[in-house]
Protein backbone atom coordinates (compact mmCIF):
# COMPACT_ATOMS: atom_id res chain seq x y z
CA UNK A 1 0.00 0.00 0.00
CA UNK A 2 1.32 3.71 -1.12
CA UNK A 3 -0.12 6.86 0.95
CA UNK A 4 0.09 10.21 -0.35
CA UNK A 5 -0.17 12.92 2.63
CA UNK A 6 -0.73 16.55 2.09
CA UNK A 7 -0.39 19.60 4.18
CA UNK A 8 -0.32 23.39 4.49
CA UNK A 9 -3.34 24.31 2.77
CA UNK A 10 -5.62 26.90 4.31
CA UNK A 11 -7.25 30.39 3.73
CA UNK A 12 -5.17 33.49 3.04
CA UNK A 13 -5.29 36.80 1.36
CA UNK A 14 -4.81 37.95 -1.70
CA UNK A 15 -0.88 38.44 -2.55
CA UNK A 16 0.42 36.02 0.72
CA UNK A 17 1.83 33.10 0.32
CA UNK A 18 1.21 29.19 1.76
CA UNK A 19 3.77 25.98 1.09
CA UNK A 20 2.17 22.44 0.84
CA UNK A 21 3.80 19.80 0.96
CA UNK A 22 3.43 16.42 0.24
CA UNK A 23 4.75 12.75 1.35
CA UNK A 24 4.68 9.29 0.02
CA UNK A 25 4.75 6.59 2.36
CA UNK A 26 4.40 2.47 1.75
CA UNK A 27 5.59 -0.05 -0.02
CA UNK A 28 7.71 2.51 -2.48
CA UNK A 29 10.71 0.74 -4.71
CA UNK A 30 11.20 4.34 -6.64
CA UNK A 31 8.94 7.27 -7.40
CA UNK A 32 9.58 9.16 -10.62
CA UNK A 33 7.72 12.20 -11.49
CA UNK A 34 6.05 14.12 -8.92
CA UNK A 35 3.41 16.86 -9.29
CA UNK A 36 0.72 18.86 -8.02
CA UNK A 37 -2.58 19.32 -9.27
CA UNK A 38 -5.89 21.33 -8.51
CA UNK A 39 -9.42 21.56 -9.38
CA UNK A 40 -11.85 24.17 -8.85
CA UNK A 41 -16.03 23.62 -8.95
CA UNK A 42 -16.76 23.40 -12.28
CA UNK A 43 -13.83 22.72 -14.01
CA UNK A 44 -11.21 20.34 -15.05
CA UNK A 45 -8.47 19.01 -12.90
CA UNK A 46 -5.53 20.70 -14.06
CA UNK A 47 -1.70 20.77 -13.45
CA UNK A 48 -0.33 23.12 -11.62
CA UNK A 49 3.57 21.47 -11.64
CA UNK A 50 5.24 18.84 -11.87
CA UNK A 51 8.82 17.56 -10.92
CA UNK A 52 11.27 14.62 -12.40
CA UNK A 53 13.56 12.74 -10.34
CA UNK A 54 16.54 14.72 -11.44
CA UNK A 55 14.75 18.08 -10.64
CA UNK A 56 13.71 19.08 -13.87
CA UNK A 57 10.61 21.29 -13.39
CA UNK A 58 7.27 22.06 -15.54
CA UNK A 59 4.94 24.59 -14.59
CA UNK A 60 1.00 25.47 -15.96
CA UNK A 61 0.90 28.81 -17.45
CA UNK A 62 -1.05 30.28 -14.85
CA UNK A 63 1.71 29.97 -12.45
CA UNK A 64 4.88 30.64 -13.96
CA UNK A 65 7.03 32.81 -11.88
CA UNK A 66 4.85 32.76 -8.39
CA UNK A 67 4.72 28.91 -7.95
CA UNK A 68 7.79 26.91 -7.40
CA UNK A 69 8.23 23.13 -7.11
CA UNK A 70 10.62 20.94 -5.17
CA UNK A 71 11.05 17.56 -3.94
CA UNK A 72 13.31 15.74 -1.32
CA UNK A 73 14.27 12.42 -2.41
CA UNK A 74 15.11 11.25 0.56
CA UNK A 75 12.15 12.36 2.52
CA UNK A 76 9.75 11.07 -0.80
CA UNK A 77 8.37 14.17 0.02
CA UNK A 78 7.33 17.11 -2.78
CA UNK A 79 6.88 20.92 -1.71
CA UNK A 80 4.56 23.42 -3.81
CA UNK A 81 5.61 27.27 -2.53
CA UNK A 82 2.81 29.08 -3.74
CA UNK A 83 3.95 33.15 -3.62
CA UNK A 84 1.64 36.18 -4.86
CA UNK A 85 -1.70 34.02 -4.87
CA UNK A 86 -4.71 35.31 -6.50
CA UNK A 87 -8.34 34.37 -5.86
CA UNK A 88 -8.29 32.41 -8.85
CA UNK A 89 -6.07 29.99 -7.64
CA UNK A 90 -8.70 29.06 -5.04
CA UNK A 91 -9.29 25.20 -5.79
CA UNK A 92 -8.40 21.46 -4.16
CA UNK A 93 -4.99 20.96 -4.55
CA UNK A 94 -3.99 17.18 -5.65
CA UNK A 95 -0.10 15.66 -4.99
CA UNK A 96 0.52 13.20 -7.28
CA UNK A 97 3.34 10.80 -8.36
CA UNK A 98 4.33 8.07 -10.29
CA UNK A 99 5.34 5.24 -7.75
CA UNK A 100 7.04 1.59 -8.54
CA UNK A 101 5.94 -0.68 -5.95
CA UNK A 102 7.64 -3.69 -6.40
CA UNK A 103 10.72 -4.29 -8.99
CA UNK A 104 9.05 -6.38 -11.52
CA UNK A 105 6.01 -4.21 -11.49
CA UNK A 106 5.53 -1.55 -13.82
CA UNK A 107 4.99 2.68 -12.39
CA UNK A 108 1.77 3.36 -11.51
CA UNK A 109 0.27 7.25 -10.86
CA UNK A 110 -0.84 7.55 -6.89
CA UNK A 111 -2.81 10.55 -5.96
CA UNK A 112 -3.39 11.94 -2.38
CA UNK A 113 -6.66 13.11 -0.94
CA UNK A 114 -6.80 16.83 -1.75
CA UNK A 115 -6.22 20.10 0.69
CA UNK A 116 -8.50 23.66 -0.14
CA UNK A 117 -6.56 26.08 -0.68
CA UNK A 118 -8.64 29.56 -0.65
CA UNK A 119 -7.72 32.72 -1.64
CA UNK A 120 -9.55 35.62 -0.74
CA UNK A 121 -9.65 39.36 -2.85
Known amino acids: QVQLVESGGGLVQAGESLRLSCAAS????????MGWYRQSPGKQRELVAS???????NYGDSVKGRFTISRDNAKNTVYLQMNSLKSEDTAVYYC???????????????WGQGTQVTVSS
Open 51 to 57: ITRDGST
Open 26 to 33: GSIVSINV
Open 96 to 110: NAGIRTTPLRPILPF
